[in-house]
């Protein structure tokens, strides 16, 4: 099956400074992907869609200039937390779908916990 | 818009009992609706799907879940759960069509004990 991965897994950064996320298709082509925000207890949020070559659309009320999307080829899209707060604290997870199948058949990465102190 | 209800934050059950993860919805258009597992440090899997028909699904690893139109509900049902069936299940919804965003609920930790 597709399967996607996440680097890293869990990363520590301190307040103030950025921290990079990698979402990559391991064994497909993923010219769209997902970015998800995920809370305690709370459910996944999306927050951009990521298309290869071209730029992210956001959700409403996600900072754009916070959470920088680059999806530079057709197996990675990496997620940069700029100017980390500990209120991004989070479990950000990605996803990806296969190019012409439906935007409900994606396929998701473990997840990646930032801690931001 | 599309919301998701999980009613049960955590259900613990015993080894070979059966087991129900309730999931309501609310939406005023047609939706597709899903059940998705994340097992500890792996990412989310399909369990299960409906689009259309059968309003009874069945999944993978003997899951099931029927579509209840009139009381707005997508539960999943195992007759007789595993310890390995412990993980966090997740009820998504997406309006009826192929570009829709997934929305999902808050999630329902099944936790199996011998």
């Known amino acids: 099956g597709a399967v996607v991965s996440q680097h890293p897994s869990r990363v520590i950064c301190k307040s103030g400074t950025s921290v990079k996320i990698e979402c990559r298709s391991l064994d497909f082509q993923a010219t769209t992907m997902f970015w998800y925000r995920q809370f305690p207890k709370q459910s996944l949020m999306l927050m951009a869609t990521?298309?290869?070559?071209?730029?992210?659309?956001?959700e409403q009320g996600v900072e754009k200039d916070k959470f920088l999307i680059n999806h530079a080829s057709l197996t990675l899209s990496t997620l940069t937390v700029t100017s980390a707060h500990p209120e991004d604290s989070s479990f950000y997870i990605c996803?990806?779908?296969?190019?012409?199948?439906?935007?409900?058949?994606?396929?998701f990465g473990p997840g990646t916990r930032l801690t931001v102190t | 818009a599309q919301s998701v209800t999980q009613l049960d934050s955590q259900v613990p059950v015993f080894e070979e009992a059966p087991v129900e993860l309730r999931c309501n919805y609310s939406s005023s258009v047609s939706v597709y609706l899903f059940w998705y597992v994340q097992y500890p440090n792996q990412g989310l899997q399909l369990l299960l799907k409906y689009l259309s028909g059968s309003t009874l699904v069945k999944g993978i690893n003997g899951f099931e879940a029927e579509f209840n139109k009139s009381q707005t509900s997508f539960h999943l049902r195992k007759p007789s759960v595993h310890i390995s069936d412990t993980a966090e299940y997740f009820c998504a919804v997406t309006r009826g069509g192929s570009n829709y965003k997934l929305t999902f609920g808050k999630g329902t930790l099944l936790t199996v004990n011998p």
């Open positions: 990521s298309n290869e070559g071209s730029k992210a659309t956001y």
């Open positions: 996803s990806a779908k296969i190019p012409g199948t439906p935007t409900y058949e994606q396929y």
